[in-house]
């Protein structure tokens, strides 16, 4: 009798153990599963929410004004170093206008590409004449740089001033196209410096940087060829 009531308790006891261990190992592992996914779920969500978030807050509205006013006066400055190459009488003249080409034009491509993927328009051809932008004229330099369409950007230069240039051979171009272009590089200047202080998208100020460094400097080199200090 003592012998029967043994074997039931140790079998019950066996029992007990049992299922205590599989209802351990059963919170175990939906914890860890629960845990587990939570964890890797949340960061997943934290990381798209700030990915989105960088996409969506890349540029402001001065990154816009900026490429959208850039463009067209990139666009007269190539227009502007198109002529030299003919009409110019000094080599060191017909390097420099080389050099704006080679410069302005990626930076046209790069910035007209920024204006496409942040859905904005992008400036035609005929953006570039001062004559489609209201009180457009060369005395504009002390602008600060705005938006394109609602205000001349300094430095530009307006129609009659084009025409004078094209008209223009050897040594008088030389003087002119110095003259011109250094208040045209004055102007860029100084909407570069104002995307260096407003803007947000990186790649649009690190552009503005280089402009500032490059522009100042071919200033200086263009006031020494005109025999300013």
Request: overall charge negative; aromatic content about 2%.
């Amino acid at each position: 009798m003592r012998h029967t009531r043994t074997l039931t308790r140790r079998a019950a006891l066996a029992a007990a153990s049992v299922t205590a261990a599989l209802v351990l190992a059963a919170c175990g592992n939906d914890g860890g599963h629960s845990t587990g996914s939570g964890e890797a779920g949340g960061h997943g969500s934290s990381s798209s929410s700030a990915g989105a978030d960088a996409a969506a807050g890349a540029h402001n509205a001065q990154d816009v004004s900026f490429a959208q006013g850039m463009i067209p006066h990139h666009r007269q400055a190539l227009e502007m170093a198109g002529l030299a190459a003919e009409r110019a009488s000094s080599a060191q003249v017909k390097d420099l206008a080389a050099r704006v080409e080679k410069a302005q034009d990626p930076e046209i491509k790069t910035m007209s590409g920024w204006l496409k993927s942040w859905g904005e328009d992008v400036p035609t051809s005929s953006d570039s004449s001062a004559e489609s932008m209201p009180g457009m004229d060369h005395s504009t330099s002390g602008m600060p740089g705005m938006d394109h369409s609602t205000s001349g950007m300094p430095g530009m230069m307006d129609g009659s001033d084009m025409d004078e240039l094209e008209k223009a051979s050897g040594a008088d171009f030389d003087t002119m196209f110095l003259t011109m272009m250094i208040e045209h590089h004055k102007g860029a200047v100084e909407m570069a410096t104002t995307e260096k202080a407003k803007g947000k998208y990186g790649a649009a100020t690190s552009m503005a940087d280089d402009i500032v460094t490059a522009q100042t400097a071919e200033i200086a080199e263009m006031n020494k060829l005109l025999g300013k200090s």
